[in-house]
């Protein structure tokens, strides 16, 4: 099948702002006394805030601790400290490998989204300068269910009128990959800590990108 989109998740693939949700979670965690790691962090992957905080909640065994208008503070609280290492962030911060594989692809004429669930990547992919080089960005604020659901993949496949099984994937997240093929479409995972599906192509970095090698 011809490739005529690719479609990038953001936290973890276009930049590493995933140390940052990690480290807004350990500062909240800590201060609320629930344990909170590495492990846990990467289910937190591609998964809303709400989501991610019931996930940090059950692995404590608190799910009853906080009401919904508490939960809400508090990540509204997780969402400040994330906010505030992200202001730090400029071009230089696009992982490596990513300007000119967008370079190729452009040139090759194929179209480009984001599919990111996180409520800030507006903000990100404006700081990191990149914004304007995409054709269709999902607004995480219509997707109604995190990865691994396919929504917000086929949101993007429906925005730039691409059929799904035309467009490429790219994820750092196993519930990223996982959305992807049940979207129907290609995946090539970036150091994906796999733990049930793989995806079609798996790289180590995003250094690993190749344009001519990889999309068909
Ligand atoms: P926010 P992605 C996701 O982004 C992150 O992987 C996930 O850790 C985060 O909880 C989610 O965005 C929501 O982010 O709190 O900024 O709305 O990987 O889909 O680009
Ligand atoms: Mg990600």
Redesign the pocket.
């Known amino acids: 099948m011809k490739t005529k989109a690719i479609i990038f998740?953001?936290?973890?693939?276009l930049t590493d702002s995933?140390k940052y949700?990690y480290l807004a979670w350990k500062t909240l965690s800590e201060e609320l006394g629930l344990t909170f790691n590495k492990e846990i962090n990467e289910r937190?992957?591609?998964?809303?805030?709400m989501d991610?905080f019931q996930i940090i909640l059950e692995v404590n065994h608190a799910e009853d601790r906080f009401s919904v208008q508490e939960k809400e503070k508090l990540i509204e609280k997780?969402?400040r400290i994330?906010v505030d290492y992200i202001k730090t962030m400029t071009p230089d911060d696009i992982l490596p490998g990513i300007l000119p594989f967008i370079g190729h692809a452009k040139k090759a004429g194929l179209k480009l989204a984001v599919?990111?669930?996180?409520?800030?990547?507006g903000a990100l992919l404006s700081a990191l300068g990149i914004a304007d080089q995409f054709d269709y960005i999902a607004d995480?604020a219509k997707i109604k269910k995190s990865?691994p659901d396919p929504e917000?993949f086929l949101d993007c496949a429906q925005g730039l009128r691409v059929e799904p099984e035309n467009c490429v994937g790219i994820e750092?997240?196993q519930a990223?990959i996982e959305a992807i093929k049940a979207a129907g479409m290609q995946a090539i995972g970036i150091h994906v800590t796999i733990t049930s599906q793989e995806p079609d192509i798996h790289l180590q970095s995003t250094e690993e990108l190749d344009f001519e090698q990889m999309i068909r």
């Open positions: 998740d953001l936290d973890g693939v995933a949700h937190l992957k591609g998964v809303s805030r991610s997780k969402n994330y599919a990111s669930v996180s409520k800030n990547a995480a990865k917000i750092d997240a990223g």
